[in-house]
């Protein structure tokens, strides 16, 4: 009986120590696993096909910063000039409307000026008066060379002179200071002629109104180039550099592209918005582009050779980024990266990743659910 009692007795110690043996061997390997396994997701064929992951392999390509600016177009000063009335008066023919292409030189309308027809006036009456006073000191000096008149004669000659001069001079800058012709014509008609070609851009004369001098009477532009008045942000102005080529896109023509050149950057800063003015000049192709037509000037620059991937690659964990390498089939490691420039939807990759590595693009964040799923909720 005591035998039998001690025969249980040790087997229950070994059954004992076996359970715990084979525990603690258990514990060990499971801790062993997932000391291996925390950082990869191993799934079949079926669930990474329910899943929607999708994978490719990563090359070095060429990468640029984009650079978008907001802005408006504007006429190029040298190209557009306004054309006014410079005389007042009243209208009596105009030859022109509105959208017209003008050619230099071209009449645009005929004013009659009682103003044009006294300044022509006075003119004429002080020109006048300047020859018969020239022709005066002429009889005078030859009279004093006979000494057939005193030197006091011709000394008040020549004053006379000077002065009838100066009120001639006076009389045809009035002229030129109103853009008018010197001539010898008494009439109060002037012609307004187109000072450049181009197109016409208003029209503000009416046959039969009274006008001022200062009126406009159209505004002629050449818009086979435009400029696009855009802001640069601060932390923007690192990448470029004048000179750079972009294109513009107009609000009014989204499916439209300008080919433009970056040509000025300013050199201060609004204090307000805190932006640099920038102009980027470009072709008008088909007149398509109106003066004050709001859009965006997309600059390219800071090409060079790296490894972008798509946005939805990379996801995020305490503040850092990682990214999914299919290191086998269907085995997906979670890899930290460090990250570039984001544009238009791609990242570039600094670090943690080489070409040739095939990485998931899509369906990343299901991955890392999974990777966490006993954390996720806490993340």
Same mark, same amino acid.
């Given at each position: 009986?005591?035998?039998?009692?001690?025969?249980?007795?040790?087997?229950?110690?070994?059954?004992?120590?076996?359970?715990?043996? @084979?525990?603690?061997?258990?514990?060990?390997?499971?801790?062993?696993?997932?000391?291996?396994? #925390?950082?990869?997701? /191993?799934?079949?064929?079926?669930?990474? %096909?329910?899943?929607?992951?999708?994978?490719?392999?990563?090359?070095?390509?060429?990468?640029? &910063?984009?650079?978008?600016?907001?802005?408006?177009?504007?006429?190029? !000063?040298?190209?557009?000039?306004?054309? !006014?009335?410079?005389?007042?008066?009243?209208?009596?023919? =105009?030859?022109?409307?509105?959208?017209?292409?003008?050619?230099?030189?071209? #009449?645009?309308?005929?004013?009659?000026?009682?103003?044009?027809?006294?300044?022509?006036?006075?003119?004429?009456?002080? +020109?006048?008066?300047?020859?018969?006073?020239?022709?005066?000191?002429?009889?005078?000096?030859?009279?004093? +060379?006979?000494?057939?008149?005193?030197?006091?004669?011709?000394?008040?000659?020549?004053?006379?002179?000077? =002065?009838?001069?100066?009120? #001639?001079?006076?009389?045809?800058?009035?002229?030129?200071?109103?853009?008018? !012709?010197?001539?010898?014509?008494?009439?109060?008609?002037?012609?307004?002629?187109?000072?450049?070609?181009?197109?016409?851009?208003? *029209?503000?004369?009416?046959?039969?109104?009274?006008?001022?001098?200062?009126?406009?009477?159209?505004?002629?532009?050449?818009?086979?180039?435009?400029?696009?008045?855009?802001?640069?942000?601060?932390?923007?102005?690192?990448?470029?550099?004048?000179?750079?080529?972009?294109?513009?896109?107009?609000?009014?023509? !989204?499916?439209?592209?300008?080919?433009?050149?970056?040509?000025?950057?300013?050199?201060?800063?609004?204090?307000?918005?805190? &932006?640099?003015?920038?102009?980027?000049?470009?072709?008008? /192709?088909?007149?398509?582009?109106?003066?004050?037509?709001?859009? /965006?000037?997309?600059?390219?620059?800071?090409? %060079?050779?790296?490894?972008?991937?798509?946005?939805?690659?990379?996801?995020?964990?305490?503040?850092? %980024?990682?990214?999914?390498?299919?290191?086998?089939?269907?085995?997906?490691? @979670?890899?930290?990266? /460090?990250?570039?420039?984001?544009?238009?939807?791609?990242?570039?990759?600094?670090?943690?990743?080489?070409?040739?590595? *095939?990485? =998931?693009?899509?369906?990343?964040?299901?991955?890392?659910?999974?990777?966490? #799923?006993?954390?996720?909720?806490?993340?």
């Amino acid at each position: 009986m005591k035998k039998q009692t001690l025969i249980l007795i040790f087997s229950l110690l070994l059954i004992s120590a076996s359970i715990y043996f @084979w525990k603690f061997s258990k514990t060990n390997n499971d801790l062993e696993s997932t000391k291996e396994t #925390k950082d990869l997701v /191993k799934l079949s064929l079926e669930n990474q %096909k329910s899943l929607g992951i999708e994978t490719e392999i990563i090359q070095k390509e060429s990468i640029q &910063t984009k650079i978008e600016l907001i802005g408006e177009t504007e006429a190029v !000063p040298d190209a557009i000039i306004d054309v !006014p009335a410079r005389i007042s008066g009243r209208i009596t023919s =105009v030859f022109f409307v509105e959208g017209d292409t003008i050619k230099k030189g071209q #009449k645009l309308a005929t004013i009659d000026s009682p103003e044009l027809a006294k300044l022509r006036s006075t003119y004429l009456v002080a +020109k006048s008066k300047f020859t018969a006073a020239e022709q005066n000191l002429i009889r005078v000096q030859s009279l004093v +060379k006979m000494n057939l008149a005193a030197k006091q004669e011709f000394i008040d000659a020549e004053a006379n002179l000077k =002065v009838v001069e100066s009120e #001639k001079n006076a009389a045809e800058e009035n002229l030129r200071a109103n853009g008018l !012709p010197i001539d010898n014509s008494a009439s109060g008609v002037y012609t307004v002629f187109a000072p450049r070609s181009g197109l016409a851009l208003s *029209r503000n004369a009416i046959p039969g109104s009274i006008i001022l001098g200062n009126q406009i009477l159209t505004t002629i532009a050449e818009l086979s180039s435009l400029w696009f008045q855009a802001k640069i942000f601060e932390n923007d102005l690192k990448y470029l550099s004048e000179g750079d080529k972009g294109k513009i896109i107009l609000n009014a023509y !989204p499916d439209l592209e300008f080919e433009g050149t970056l040509e000025h950057i300013g050199e201060k800063v609004d204090p307000e918005s805190r &932006t640099v003015h920038a102009r980027v000049v470009f072709k008008n /192709k088909n007149r398509k582009a109106k003066i004050g037509l709001f859009g /965006k000037a997309i600059l390219m620059v800071n090409q %060079k050779e790296g490894i972008q991937v798509s946005e939805e690659s990379v996801q995020s964990y305490q503040n850092r %980024k990682f990214i999914f390498i299919e290191i086998k089939p269907n085995e997906f490691q @979670w890899t930290e990266v /460090k990250i570039g420039n984001v544009n238009d939807g791609q990242v570039e990759i600094l670090s943690g990743i080489k070409p040739e590595e *095939r990485i =998931v693009t899509k369906s990343a964040f299901e991955l890392k659910a999974i990777l966490f #799923k006993s954390t996720f909720g806490g993340e």
